[in-house]
């Protein structure tokens, strides 16, 4: 018998917890922040707590609920439920699923929030129905997914996908992950943010300034400042569009993808502007033969594509 | 009741055929010369001519044979065995499935050249026994090939695993396919005898003058010119294994497989040469974490690759 689930995206500073009913629309919602700092035993309290008052805040028990599941950034091994690494979250080898499990009861699967966002733009979104799909969500870093061959693929220890750190130009500015001139260097925000920071120092002025004093600037604040015509806010996005455009289109010539899907902050903050400024340059980075069986688009799902993934993780588990 | 097999590659200039036994070894094999102009007409008596060949002279019949296979360039949909495309010869949605079926009344399967020498080195060759390879094999041109969770991944219409065509570098010389700064620009025969017909035309002498007036250089030239030291071939190579090692970090982190496979021409010449320069690079381009569990490889079935992909693809049809 099918039942609720219950699906989390566990983020560096938030985790947003919903509820699905079998008919996989959403029934209830909350948040919770959460910091990095705060430790490992807090940030899985927060968990816990965020199950337990969906339960409540809906009124059910955990006997109407099928599985868990939630999507977290990191390298997370999907088979064993580990998170072998996090870069915002204090998780080292951090056996989340047993924990969990131990303390629920009920079945519960975790995955990369990015690779099972496309999973979830693929399965209820954008790219519904499609066999192959390479996907680029585009927040404070830069995260990709592949579904290939109609399957979500990961690679060995669930660690590609890594579409970010495709090195465009070996000259190109550092990049966190300490390569050079990688798509997240260029197009993510955190790419943006020092693409502006420069501009200030050579002495520019910008509506960004107050916006980035104080780490990534919010995607509120840069469609403001694209609003308003700032160039060098303007700048910065033509730069992170033209590098999403070379590295799309590498993507389709190693993948004849049937669809290129964007998500993430940016893009949802900036629609269709971003993506005609991709799409705008890409043929001439796609060979003509491949280039004319792509469609580029949008992701349906926005803020819900990672609760979304994770509701297909269950289902994908429960042969549902 | 498992026969022999009959493998063909047939390439732009000549058609290799061999008879594989039922243990997997080749047990005959002849050569013809093939040229694209000569017609559809022409290629598909030699493709004939090479099979009827092989009978007579290994003392079989087609009686004896399970099935006829054959890598060769260009755009291939493996499921129908017709050629969409090809760059190197006259066939352009060219039914070669049916016609070879209709003339020997036993099963034929093709696949693009690369791809299944790709296939080749993970069945029988360097990559045995993996889950997820990336294959490189640099030629006239540059090809690519992909093993992606146990299978071969060709994409949409067969038209993926373009790796020879990543854009490396947006302002990089122009490419066959159209697009500025691809791999194959830089790194295959192609890219490198370009490079050197520009240091000649700048003044500078170099033991490739000759090697190049006709085309590309043989592998054999490039090697004697290595081994003798000639600066404009030795620049020529470094450049080409620089942006082999950016490109193999890249597909690195796609993919985290658990190998990369070079093969193709240049390869087979300068071997371990060649490999150590692209390692040697390959660090500053591969995130940490995916690098620890890749290796970096030859292929082992040098110029059999594409018959031994051959092989698997009959294999596979019949699942043996």
Known sequence: MSKYSICLDIGGTKILGVIFDEQGSIVFRLKKKTKAKDGIQNIEDTIVSVVDELLLGFGITLEDVDAIAAGAPGVINQETGVVLFSPNLPWENYEIKRILEARFKVPFYIGNDVNIGV??????????????????????????????????????????????????????????????????????????????????????????????????????????????????????????????????????NIFSPEMVVYGGGVMEALGDVFLEKIVDQVDAYCMPSIRNSVRFAKAELNDDSILYGALALIHENHNI
Chains 1, 2 share one sequence.
């Open 119 to 252: 999973y979830g733009e693929w399965k209820y979104g954008a790219a519904k129905g499609l066999t192959n799909v390479v996907g680029l969500f585009i927040g404070t870093g830069m995260g990709g997914g592949l579904i290939l061959d109609g399957k979500l693929y990961t690679g060995y220890n669930c660690k590609g996908a890594e579409l970010g750190h495709m090195v465009l130009n070996t000259e190109g500015p550092r990049c966190n992950c300490g390569q050079r001139g990688c798509l997240e260097a260029f197009s993510s925000k955190n790419g943006m943010t020092d693409y502006i920071h420069q501009q200030i120092k050579r002495g520019r002025s910008t509506l960004m300034e107050d916006a980035i004093t104080e780490g990534v600037f919010k995607s509120k604040a840069m469609k403001a400042a694209y609003e308003a015509d700032d160039d060098v806010m303007m700048e910065a996005i033509d730069r992170a569009c033209h590098y999403l455009a070379v590295a799309s289109g590498s993507l389709v």
